[in-house]
């Protein structure tokens, strides 16, 4: 099937956008090799600091400097549910590499925090800042240059991301990542929204939903909703970062155990001491961020990786913008109805074809580049599969995707989509630019146009919802939201209260420099408004009662005020010393006043700078030879 041309634009346009800082990115990931293994380069006394305390058999098999050293890095705890399985895999993980005459080594733990936990708390304000965190985390585990590659094991919202930006800082390193797989399925996410609007108009009591909430969210594994840790696990799954059809295996169970050791046999074989060398540097290329992109429009994935997969591909000197995602949406269908876009949970998702199925019809359909290199060393056609176990429950064998869904209310053929779009769309104006979410917003909503009621805080929201003061049609503008202000938190806590004024008829939206995430539904919302206030942007001239205009189908985000009006403001100002101090805020003063906008990925780090030394990076030198770490260097070496 050729591809969509509107594809092969997006990819051409962000090839060329990043062609100097990409170069420099490979030529730095070149430099980092070393011939022979990783810690070769290590004195006496270093190396055996670093095999001290390893078991004795091991201890010989890295003394001999031949055979490839796995480095763990996990973001175990056992507070979140979806981390708690991983407390037995680093043994699974020991265990298979030896199977490969490798060995592996626990190189370092991340944190790992849960936002449904820190929801509506000060703690939330730490939340996308971990993000950078986890991915300094992984580079001091990986400082010590004792390992030829690594499995990573993550699955929730900051924590995948932030684990791959710290791998693609190792970029020469080859990396496998390892879902932990989704809770099996509680309370129906429909019920459960229910029950939090019944709370919110005050007829349950707290008792009521504290025993939805635990129905819902009951055991171990990833919540089962379509939010930003599933979203993960379908991108590292399009990416070619996980062994096909491992994301929404559940925990606790055969299979899932034996594609853990499979994984780490696989994150062995592909290090450079063998010829199936598959650096992750390589395997995050243009084209896979680009496959990414479209496997979140196609599912209705989270908004928030409107920031990480920015981030994720700044790491690899990528440079991607809303514009990209805005562009391939419109041609991107939507194939999936999962909730918040449905009523069917992750569980459903795979049992009805899953990520092997959407793989398929999105490659048949154009609309994802096969040409890609994944972790199996092959196109991403490899992945259009689903595992399951071998003979006598032993090993993973791989059978090819069902041709057809197994319920077409959850899963559809490209043919049939539930939406000739993806259901994101940017919106921009003398607002800003911001992102809207409308895959689960029905089209007579899609546009409101209304007075504003401004808000500096939740807080300030529910005070006047609980008052009575909101009973009305209106635009929520909440403000101060931004990373820089407070680290750009989620803010759910909104979301009974729009959801129940808008099924009273009322006309709501909601505009915000803040967070919504994989959980944002029913009710507009433009969200991630960029640049914030405290970076120039122009939230701060909003007043109450100004008429705001938010339309996705228009793609505005506008105040009607008179021009020289609104160039007239003042900004306006807010006391945001609270929100640097108390739950450990004030050790992140630092990323507030680094972070960049929230569409350049709201990151702490640079693009990766060009050598000036080397003219023409990315592809040849003044004279035609290939230069050195490019890719097309990369492919020449693989094909040699």
């Known amino acids: 099937m050729a591809l969509h041309p509107v594809l092969e634009s997006v990819t051409a346009r962000i090839i060329a956008r990043s062609k100097p800082s990409r170069g420099a990115y490979l030529a730095h990931l070149d430099a980092a090799r070393v011939k022979g293994v990783q810690r070769g380069t290590l004195a006496c006394t270093n190396l055996a600091h670093g095999f001290a305390a390893f078991p004795a058999n091991d201890k010989l098999s890295l003394k001999e400097l031949k055979k490839p050293s796995v480095a763990i890095v996990s973001a175990y705890n056992d507070m979140l549910s979806a981390h708690q399985p991983f407390e037995g895999f680093p043994a699974l993980i020991k265990d298979a590499v030896r199977e490969v005459g490798a060995v592996a080594q626990f190189a370092g733990g991340t944190p790992a925090m849960c936002d449904g936990v820190t929801q509506g708390q000060p703690g939330m304000e730490l939340s996308l800042f971990s993000r950078d965190a986890i991915a300094m ?41 390892v879902p932990a797989g989704p809770m099996t399925t509680g309370l129906s996410n429909s019920e459960k929204a229910k029950i939090r609007q019944l709370y919110a108009q005050g007829k349950v009591g707290r008792a009521e939903l504290l025993e939805g909430e635990s129905q819902s969210y009951h055991g171990a594994g990833t919540c089962t909703f379509y939010g930003t840790a599933n979203s993960n696990q379908m991108l590292m ?90 562009e391939l949406s419109k041609v991107v269908p939507l194939l999936t109805r999962i909730y918040p876009n449905g009523n069917a949970d992750v569980n459903h998702f795979h049992a009805a074809g899953g990520t092997g199925f959407v793989i398929r019809e999105l490659l048949d359909g154009g609309l994802l580049h096969d040409d890609v290199t994944t972790i199996l060393g092959k196109g991403l056609r490899a992945h259009c599969t689903e595992p399951f176990l071998g003979e006598n429950g032993q090993g993973v064998v791989w059978k090819a995707a069902p041709e057809q869904s197994g319920d077409e209310a959850v899963l559809r053929k490209i043919t049939a989509p539930f939406s000739p779009d993806g259901g994101t769309v940017l919106v ?180 990766p700078s060009p050598i000036p030394t080397v003219v023409g990076l990315h592809d040849k030198d003044p004279v035609g030879n290939t230069v050195p770490g490019s890719d097309e260097d990369f492919s020449m070496k693989k094909e040699a």
């Open 137 to 177: 985390s992984t580079a001091i585990a990986l400082s010590h240059n004792m390992f030829d590659s690594a499995v990573y094991l993550g699955v929730c919202d900051k924590i995948v991301p932030g684990l791959l930006i710290g791998a693609l800082h190792f970029g020469h390193l080859p990396a496998v990542f």
């Open 237 to 326: 799954e399009v990416m070619g970062l996980h062994l096909p059809g491992a994301a929404f295996i559940t925990p606790n169970t055969p299979l899932r155990a034996e594609l853990t050791r499979a994984a780490a046999r696989r994150a062995a074989v592909i290090s450079a001491q063998s010829d199936e060398y598959l650096p992750v540097g390589h395997v995050v290329d243009e084209k896979a961020i680009v496959n990414a992109i479209v496997a979140l429009l196609t599912t209705g994935g989270s908004t928030n990786h409107t920031l990480h997969l920015v981030a994720i591909a700044k790491a690899a000197g990528i440079v991607i913008d809303w514009d990209d995602f805005d």
């Open 428 to 607: 921009k104006g003398n607002l800003g630019r911001a992102v809207m979410k409308v895959s689960a917003v029905k089209p007579e909503h899609q546009t409101v146009e209304a007075p504003a009621l401004v808000f500096n805080s939740q807080e300030d929201f529910m005070e006047a919802y609980k008052a009575g003061q909101l009973d009305r049609d209106f635009v929520a503008v909440l403000r101060f939201q931004g990373p820089r202000a407070n680290g750009m938190p989620e803010l759910h806590a909104l979301t009974p209260a729009l959801a129940n004024l808008q099924d009273a008829g009322r006309h709501v939206a909601l505009v915000t420099d803040g967070r919504m995430s994989g959980a944002s539904g029913k009710v507009p919302a433009a969200i991630h408004v960029s640049p914030e206030i405290l970076a120039g942007g122009p939230l701060g001239r909003v007043r109450d009662g100004d008429i705001i205009r938010v339309c996705a189908r228009t793609g505005t985000l506008e105040a009607k005020v008179e021009a020289s009006v609104w160039a007239a403001r003042e900004q306006a100002t807010a006391d945001l010393t609270p929100n640097s101090v108390g739950m450990g805020r004030e050790l992140f003063a630092m990323f507030r006043h680094s972070v960049s906008e929230a569409e350049q990925g709201a990151t702490t780090f640079p693009l």
